[in-house]
């Protein structure tokens, strides 16, 4: 696709829910990023995928979080048993650089806004 | 590991006018990129500008410049003949030129920019 899509846009989850957040990247991207975004911050680093090999899930908050890239395309981030301060916008990014030292550009979604009530 | 920091909250400016956002960053490494991003309320980022640390020259995107001092590890962009479609959040962010950690971004906590009409 044109841009990297995100879905759903908003979702309202019950606290002990678990959540699947969806990240479509640009077609043919190797790099995919998730990142939390709490109210009136800046994004925080979640995990890093390249192709379907996780290689840095180092900013996973807690093993309640959960990130898969089977395919190498779609990504999907799972929040279980959902907490109050998992609410937050959480943004997905792509790259089409595999090489680290390239000077390249990510492509990020619009995010999907969880709220945990 | 990298922090960055933006110290003003909030800034305004009038229409047509210039500001300048400041951005701080804490770091041990020589070589590392820097990036402007633009988050407006669709909440996806957008690349402002970015400047490569081994670059002495201060890079500069149409109305968009930096003011990049190594030494003093600071960071500011500057904005001319500001528009109100350059309204939204600002975030700098860092990153890593390392192998090792070098894909994911280090983003500061923001700043908000208002263009008075």
């Known amino acids: 696709g044109a841009g990297v899509s995100q879905s759903p846009r908003y979702k309202v989850a019950k606290r002990g829910q678990d959540v699947a957040l969806r990240c479509d990247p640009i077609s043919g991207h190797v790099s995919l990023f998730w990142y939390q975004q709490a109210l009136g911050q800046g994004p925080e680093f979640l995990t890093y995928?390249?192709?379907?090999?996780?290689?840095?899930k180092s900013g996973l908050p807690s093993d309640r979080f959960f990130a898969e890239r089977p395919e190498g395309s779609v990504s999907t981030l799972k929040i279980q048993r959902t907490q109050q301060e998992d609410s937050a916008v959480y943004l997905c990014a792509s790259s089409l650089a595999r090489v680290p030292l390239v000077n390249y550009g990510y492509t990020f979604g619009s995010g999907t806004r969880l709220t945990v009530v | 590991a990298q922090t960055v920091t933006q110290s003003q909250p909030e800034m305004s400016v009038q229409e047509a006018e210039t500001v300048t956002l400041s951005c701080t960053y804490d770091t041990s490494e020589s070589d590392y990129y820097l990036f402007w991003y633009k988050q407006p309320p669709s909440r996806q980022m957008i690349l402002v500008i970015r400047q490569e640390a081994y670059k002495q020259q201060n890079a500069t995107e149409n109305r968009f410049s930096v003011n990049f001092q190594k030494a003093a590890k600071s960071f500011s962009l500057k904005i001319s003949d500001s528009q109100l479609g350059d309204a939204a959040m600002y975030f700098c962010?860092?990153?890593?030129?390392?192998?090792?950690?070098?894909?994911?971004?280090?983003f500061g906590q923001g700043t908000r920019l208002t263009i008075n009409p």
């Open positions: 995928f390249q192709n379907e090999a996780q290689l840095d």
């Open positions: 962010a860092y990153r890593s030129f390392l192998i090792q950690g070098a894909q994911k971004l280090v």
